[in-house]
């Protein structure tokens, strides 16, 4: 029961392959979306990764700071001590001191190894920054070049195989526009027939008057 069902598992695992396979070769737009989400995810993660080392950095230079003051704590105490005569406090604070001194030099060495890697963390992730502005500018590059091949395609396809039905198509609007203009000119002009046949009369009754006097 187990293999019949990573039998059907398997199956239907290959034929979505398939169907995205087959999706990817017809539109490659998308593939390369795809490849972009993921270094996007990926540059992030180096992005986050880069700010704990920042943090693990600061803790061992804090813990340099103390064991260093530290150092230097039990090595004056050391030597009151020894003025005093008091051997036993003396040693107790010269193996302290001999702890934190190393425990120092450690942790200055870790700090230094650190900020050299960090310098290189932070290089390697300006160049996936720049990488990945470069594939969004080529991804704009190709939607914009897939874009005018599809309008050239579909220009094509009306042009070449419907030439006549296409122009006979324009003329039918272009005639039907002029048409339009035609009846709204014949409109304003009954509209405004009788207001500029007012005027007329009055211009020449006007005259008429002007010329009895």
Known sequence: MANLFKRLT????????????????KNPIAKLN???????????????????????KEEYTREYYQARDMADKRRRQTEIA????????????????????????????????????LEMLERKYEEMKHRLKDMK?????????????RA????NQVMDEYPEKSFSRFDEIDRYIQNIEQKVNSAYYRNTFDSKMDQLERKLQEQEKTSAN
């Open 152 to 155: 050239q395609y579909r220009i």
């Open 34 to 56: 795809q490849y972009l989400r993921e270094s996007e995810k990926e540059t992030e993660n180096v992005r986050k990764l880069i700010s704990r080392q920042y943090r693990l």
């Open 82 to 117: 020894n003025k005093a005569g008091e051997t036993e406090m003396e040693q107790f604070a010269s193996q302290e001191l001999t702890e934190y001194e190393s425990r120092a030099e450690r942790m200055k060495a870790m700090r230094n190894e650190m900020e050299e890697k």
């Open 10 to 25: 398997d199956s239907i695992s290959a034929d979505l392959h398939q169907m995205m396979d087959e999706k990817e070769e």
């Open 137 to 149: 500018l080529k991804r704009m590059d190709l939607m914009a070049r897939e874009n005018v091949a």
